[in-house]
């Protein structure tokens, strides 16, 4: 006997699912009305326009480099020197402003302040022993 009360409480689950599913779908479907009366106009494709005149933001690479441990403190004491005059500056924005200031500068003095550069060997540093 128990297998027969478990098939019929299967084919009650089943005829009963069914109308638990159309009870559902009458109450939902106004309610689909009411968001879709609610949306807003779509405007014409003009917009496309609008969104190329806008500046587009420039990609971004990272990079490493090496740089001798001395030129790090003066980036540090750069760093401070923006903090103490009221607008902080990261790391990465110094340097930036470094490379504006080149780029704004007139041959002969780009010339001169790359010559004063000392070369450093490239690569990751060899780690201390000490």
């Given amino acids: 006997?128990?297998?027969?009360?478990?098939?019929?409480?299967?084919?009650?689950?089943?005829?009963?699912?069914?109308?638990?599913?159309?009870?559902?779908?009458?109450?939902?479907?106004?309610?689909?009305?009411?968001?879709?009366?609610?949306?807003?106009?779509?405007?014409?494709?003009?917009?496309?326009?609008?969104?190329?005149?806008?500046?587009?933001?420039?990609?971004?690479?990272?990079?490493?480099?090496?740089i001798p441990k001395n030129e790090v403190a003066v980036l540090d004491d750069l760093k401070l020197r923006a903090a103490k005059l009221?607008?902080?500056?990261?790391?990465s924005e110094v340097l930036r402003a470094g490379i504006m200031a080149l780029a704004g500068m007139g041959d002969a003095a780009f010339l001169a302040t790359v010559t004063g550069v000392p070369a450093v060997k490239t690569g990751r540093p060899a780690k201390d022993a000490g």
């Fill in 1 to 66: 006997m128990a297998p027969a009360r478990k098939t019929a409480a299967r084919t009650a689950a089943k005829t009963a699912a069914p109308a638990r599913k159309a009870a559902k779908k009458p109450a939902a479907a106004p309610a689909a009305k009411k968001m879709q009366a609610a949306e807003p106009v779509k405007p014409a494709k003009a917009d496309k326009g609008d969104k190329a005149d806008k500046a587009r933001k420039p990609k971004l690479v990272r990079d490493s480099f090496t």
């Fill in 86 to 91: 009221g607008r902080p500056a990261k790391k």
